[in-house]
């Protein structure tokens, strides 16, 4: 009978820990930021940009990346350290990623540096979601699903080298999207504040896009340029 209790006692034990273990998985993090980028301004900046080796990406915004995030604006990082970017997993969906996740990185490469290094800072944290394949499967559906460019442009809004309110450009995005995108800007050589990351919010499944719970605080003047690419 000790032996019984003894038996039981441990396969409590076990089951518990169990639990314990798929609870933490599932709140591993709060939400994703869906964020993209407008390869112009990216070029425009004091950094210098380089076409990947398979040459100019499309006049288009590109995927920066599916970051896990906390409510608190904090976010987890590197969460694998044994996970290695392997390259073979994603050769599928290689045109597909230089077309709507391309490297603007200097010096010019395929793309293959800038994707690990969102795996692993990134993508290593939602391995209770995605396997590596996965996760780079869902940035590209996201993108299929909320077309940017097309939402502003139907909105008036063009990359002409021209200065738009701000503020229209999150209204048009949010009268598309139902969801208030975060808008980041950056500077150019002459001092100019230009469109250059949308961040949208996306559910823990990483499939449907969100109310932001916290979206960033984009350091963005009241009218910005949308600069040509």
């Not at 380089?50 to 995030?69: E, Q, S």
């Not at 073979?88 to 969906?93: E, P």
């Amino acid at each position: 009978m000790k032996h019984h209790f003894s038996f039981i006692f441990k396969l409590l034990i076990i089951l518990n820990l169990s639990v314990v273990c798929l609870c933490a998985s599932e709140e591993d993090f709060d939400f994703f930021y869906f964020v993209q980028q407008w390869p112009g301004s990216y070029c425009d900046t004091k950094h210098s940009c380089c076409y990947p080796t398979t040459g100019k990406p499309p006049a288009d915004f590109g995927i920066h990346g599916l970051w896990p995030n906390y409510k608190d604006g904090s976010y987890p990082s590197n969460c694998d350290p044994d996970s290695v970017f392997d390259k073979s997993q994603i050769s599928d969906l290689l045109s597909s990623l230089q077309k709507s996740w391309p490297t603007l990185s200097c010096p010019s490469s395929e793309g293959f540096k800038f994707w690990s290094h969102e795996w692993i800072k990134h993508g290593t944290c939602a391995e209770s979601v995605f396997d590596q394949r996965e996760y780079f499967e869902a940035g590209l559906k996201l993108k299929e699903k909320v077309n940017l460019l097309q939402i502003l442009k139907n909105a008036g809004i063009k990359p002409d080298d021209e200065f738009y309110k701000l503020k229209s450009i999150r209204d048009a995005i949010e009268e598309a999207t139902g969801f208030t995108p975060g808008i980041e800007c950056n500077v150019d050589s002459s001092h100019n504040s230009q469109l250059s990351e949308i961040y949208m919010c996306v559910d823990t499944s990483g499939t449907e896009f969100i109310k932001c719970p916290l979206l960033p605080r984009g350091r963005c003047a009241s009218s910005v340029q949308f600069p040509k690419f």
